[in-house]
């Protein structure tokens, strides 16, 4: 079935950093979106993206979906110490999303 | 909006006890998911509804498991008998025009 993954697991960056993050995939999607965890809530929505090579920006947070449509990435710039969370990248097949494992980012003061 | 409602936030019960999980989801969304969370197996989607009517279950681990939409401002989630095993945390979504709002969840500890 469906799998997604993403690199890398965790990272440890210090504030004021660039980062970067991807998903990919061995299957091929028509919607990609980004999510993000804080501790103790439910993911919430960053970005969607919903046709390939398109890129999307949110504030700090780009993203962009693979011109094969088997992968996507988010970078954030200039990190500040509420970028902390759980990154999720999820990707749409028939009226369902399943989402990757997640990257876990830290950032030092 | 207020967003997508679940209850309680935190559950503790003890093994073999029935466990009732709520949720209420946003206003005119027609999609409802539950997803289970856990560090080892990540996001898992256990059953999703449309329009009330439940569409997928396959994700439900056992018969223990069940899930109910009586109408579309409200879901159950129910476990009985409950296992130390069922620990995680329970997400409810709703499907808009943009993708899941999550809920923020229900921890389930069994012990």
């Known amino acids: ?109 | 909006d207020a967003g997508v409602i679940q209850s309680p936030r935190h559950e503790v019960t003890e093994m073999g006890q029935e466990v009732t999980l709520r949720c209420k989801p946003i206003s005119g969304h027609d999609y409802l998911f539950w997803y289970r969370q856990t560090m080892m197996r990540g996001l898992e989607l256990l059953i999703y509804f449309n329009n009330n009517v439940p569409i997928d279950d396959s994700g439900m681990p056992e018969d223990r498991f069940s899930a109910k939409m009586p109408n579309a401002s409200f879901s159950t989630l129910k476990i009985q008998p409950s296992e130390p095993r069922d620990s995680a945390v329970y997400f409810c979504a709703s499907r808009g025009q943009y993708g899941y709002t999550f809920g923020s969840g229900t921890r389930l500890t069994v012990v």
């Open chain 1, 1 to 109: 079935g469906q799998q997604l993954n993403q690199s890398p697991q965790s990272m440890f960056i210090q504030e004021g950093e660039d980062v970067s993050m991807n998903c990919t995939s061995s299957s091929i999607f028509n919607t990609w979106l980004w999510y993000k965890q804080d501790p103790g809530e439910g993911p919430v929505l960053l970005i969607a993206l919903y046709k390939a090579g398109e890129l999307t920006s949110n504030g700090r947070l780009t993203a962009q979906f693979g011109i094969t449509r088997k992968d996507s990435f988010l970078n954030i710039s200039a990190s500040i110490p509420s970028d902390v969370g759980i990154y999720f990248c999820a990707g749409q097949y028939g009226q369902n999303f399943v989402f990757g494992p997640g990257t876990r980012l830290s950032v030092l003061p």
